[in-house]
């Protein structure tokens, strides 16, 4: 019995297909809506998902999964010095962070400077003056273009080394290669060891190539020394200009007169301990990021000993904001395309409509024939109806083809990232059938319900 | 034995509000293996009797049996099936799928009968039949290229795929030339002399029906002649005709 349905149904399917070969041309063109249809399904979700991909992998890059701990603010008198002014994180904070936190990927401290940098005779003062660990480059997945990273033995001994971002690495060596030569930090002088890869603008236009980074020992230490003994952070750029200069006059020579013993003792320094200006942290994924920020804030709260009902003394930011807009953007777009593409599909399913019911008129007599041999109603239906299916699907292979085609196509010319949607393949086939069994099922169901006498005689 | 019965069968149409009765009692039967003509001049119900009797309509009252089974209270489908197993059709225009070789449409209606058969099977079968009617040299001509005889040679053929019983010719020489409509009607005569085969000609030809052993004849809905064999049928229907 098996035998015979499976029989059966491939000789309904060769007639399907004599049927259609019988008016190539039009089959044809009745099939190019759907071709064109499901083409524009394929190559838009292909498209699409790769632009998404290709967003997500942008923002990734850009930090998307990045979360930055700050200092909270100290007040003085009711005036606040603003976020990030106090000096409460400390390198033992960023251990216990990636010890204790498991969302967390990766750790790398900021401590930061500003100033001139020196090779020869060009000058320049670059954005970002960053002292970290190699763990820095993990974080912001970052790669070293030429030469090597600094080393955790670098960080342990402040080795005077330090990694080039292009652009200061072009406007202080113009073209030459800066591995292995000295430049000045700050009248410092370090080694250059690396040229960071180039990694552009970001989000809000700052380049992020004009930096210069270097073990944070050597930056706390060396560089801007004079900041761990002064208690006002905020003067920073002023304690920076009194660093340099006792680094020029190194005979102990102090802009400011020495504390008496009873000035020392009415205003007692803390005694200080290593601070750090930032944490950056790596979430596990960018979905970790809300796990990551409540451990850390927990952790944080614990090590800094605060109160239930007291604030943080510590800002955790991050960019999920940004990283929603934009995710949500793509979805969007490849929403409205697809919406596009799916009425494309509609027409073409009411194209196949059309021709399938001109064909059912042209085909009255065949009709009826067909029924005066025997065949019933339901064979007429299924025969029509298969058609319609075969058109469709035939238009849904082409259609995958030429969405496939074109996709390859935009990517080898215009170089847009696009990806195989496999899922995009299977609704474009289910789509397809479905086309065809919806269109096609008024004109079959038209064709079974002709009287064979009235078909025969049909002029 | 009788192979078909007819018995007081009427056929009445309904046009809007009026009843146009078409067939007023029509009884009448044809034993197997012979060769009628139905014969009438348009209009008298010649067409609406070879429907009812080629089980592509039903009669509104009256019984009719074919090979013994009760056809008249059949449902569509029924008889769908009554028609691809014991009737063949031979129409006037031919009626050939176009771009479709001679071959093909023979064993065309094999796919709504013998879903078992295979495809070598069903090709000797219709390449038989097709040397039978002396097409051997054309199985794979599309009827574009056969001339009419041709064609309704293959029309034939494809009447006889399902090895019906009954053969029906609806004016089977009405778009031929006078030549070609003996060779036609030879084949006709030739199937019932060697097969057995029982035919019915419609025709208005009295030159066709000539070829007939009986012909019936059927005016206003009414048969006049011709309704039951006699003993002698062949010397009788030639009598009767002028």
Redesign the interface.
Known sequence: MNLIQMKFHSRTLRTAFHALRRNKMRSALTTLGIVIGIAAVIAMMEIGNGSSKAIQRTIASMGADILLVLPGAVASGGVSFGGGSAMNLTPEDMEAIIRECPAVRAVAPIVRARGQVVYGNVNWVPANISGTTPSFLDVRDWDVGEGEPFTDHDVRTAGKVCLLGQTIARELFQGDSPVGKDIRVLNVTVKVVGVLAPKGANMVGMDQDDILIAPWTTIKRRVSRASTNQNVASAQSSTNQVNTLSALYPGQVSLYPAQSPTQAANTPLPVRFTNVDQILVAAQSSTQIPAAINQITQLMRERHRIHDGQTDDFNIRNMTEMTKALASTTILMTRLLLCVALISLVVGGVGIMNIMLVSVTERTREIGLRMAVGARGRDILRQFLVEAVVLCMLGGTFGILIGRGSSMLVRTVLHWPTELSVGAIVAAVAVSVTVGVVFGYYPAWKASRLDPIEALRYE | MELIKLQDIYKTYHLGEVDVPVLKGVSLSVAQGEMVALMGASGSGKTTLM?IL?C??HPTSGRYWLDGQEISGLS??QR??V???KIG?V?QSF?L????SAL?NVI??L???Q????DREAREKGSDLLRLVGLGDRLDHEPSQLSGGQQQRVAIA?ALV?HPPLLFADEPTGNLDSRTSEEILQIFQKLNVEEGLTIILVTHDSGVAHHARRSIHIHDGMIQTGAFAANDSSQKSKEVLP
């Open positions: 429907n080629g592509l309509d569509t489908d769908a099936f028609r691809s197993s059709f129409f009626n799928l176009s771009r479709t093909e065309m209606p796919s709504y009968t879903q078992g058969i295979s494809r399902n």
